[in-house]
């Protein structure tokens, strides 16, 4: 059942990129993030409250969970909305990847969490990875700018989240119940993206189309929900060691949605690229194995 677990989360936000690509278009990207966010910690609230979870936090693990959700569920996923109107949802799927390598320097100069030889090796060839399917797809791509723009964008979003784990680790460290503080840090979250939407003049109206509502739901329901309660069912039982092979077998799931949607050819490049990427994060993910964390 957990195996069934992985590969069912690993399908969910292998996916949730192309749901993404869908909204663009239709309103502003900051109304589909602040509505998918506010959402999922309406139903994790809704779970937590059934399932007689604790929801309170004290001082610090709300400061804690402020940070989080204003980097992760506002910069992060804004820059993420950004880098998916200029690349095609594989490529900033892909990118996305590296988070697990970039979170291994950061983790190491902020918390002071060491890291393995082959822990760094594995950094080194992921990024290599990334660079080589990059270079492919920036190659053909018909407006070079524009994709440079979206992987950029991408990796900018990549450390945003980076930064957003060093205070979601505090806040574990700290004692704080995993679905509390997630669901607390999408409350901070949407909230900004609220307040940033207000100043910014947007408007919050959700479109009349079903197409557009479906992919709301799919990625509040199933991306921020359900992956979650999956990835996190998994790492209580079997350790974040397993459960953080998802960030490994993301990427192909991607890429060949992207083939079959967006019509992507890849060529050699990407595919020494992802097999680099894989081969990275196998190393970073072996060499790293956090202690079980409850998710009460």
């Not at 690229?273 to 190393?283: E, F, R, S």
Request: charged share 10%; aromatic share 12%.
């Amino acid at each position: 059942m957990d195996y069934a677990a992985l590969g069912l989360c690993t399908l969910i936000w292998g996916t949730t990129w192309l749901a993404i690509k869908f909204q663009l278009g239709r309103v502003d990207p900051t109304a589909s993030i602040f509505w998918r966010f506010a959402i999922s910690a309406a139903v994790i609230f809704l779970i937590s409250l059934v399932q007689r979870r604790p929801t309170r936090l004290t001082r610090r693990q709300h400061l804690y969970a402020a940070a989080q959700g204003v980097l992760v569920f506002f910069g992060g996923y804004g820059l993420v909305y950004m880098a998916e109107a200029h690349a095609v949802s594989a490529v900033v799927a892909v990118a996305f990847a590296t988070l697990a390598l970039v979170n291994t320097a950061v983790f190491r100069v902020f918390l002071g969490q060491k890291a393995s030889r082959a822990a760094w090796i594995g950094a080194a060839i992921g990024v290599s990875g990334v660079a080589a399917l990059s270079a492919g797809q920036i190659a053909s791509a018909p407006v070079k700018g524009d994709i440079v723009l979206g992987v950029g964008l991408t990796f900018a979003s990549v450390v945003v989240n980076a930064f957003g784990n060093v205070f979601t680790r505090l806040s574990q460290q700290t004692g704080s119940p995993i679905w509390a503080s997630t669901g607390w840090a999408m409350v901070y979250g949407s909230g900004a993206t609220l307040l940033f939407g207000l100043v910014k003049g947007v408007s919050f109206a959700l479109p009349m189309n079903a197409g557009y509502l479906a992919g709301l739901l799919y990625l509040s329901l199933f991306g921020s929900v359900a992956a979650f309660l999956l990835y996190y069912g998994v790492a209580s039982r079997r350790g974040f060691g397993l459960a953080s092979y998802i960030g490994v077998m993301t990427p192909p799931v991607a890429m060949a949605a992207s083939s079959l949607v967006e019509k992507v050819r890849w060529d050699l490049s990407a595919l020494i690229g992802l097999c680099l990427i894989i081969a990275g994060q196998v190393l970073v993910v072996r060499q790293s194995a956090p202690k079980p964390v409850s998710i009460d």
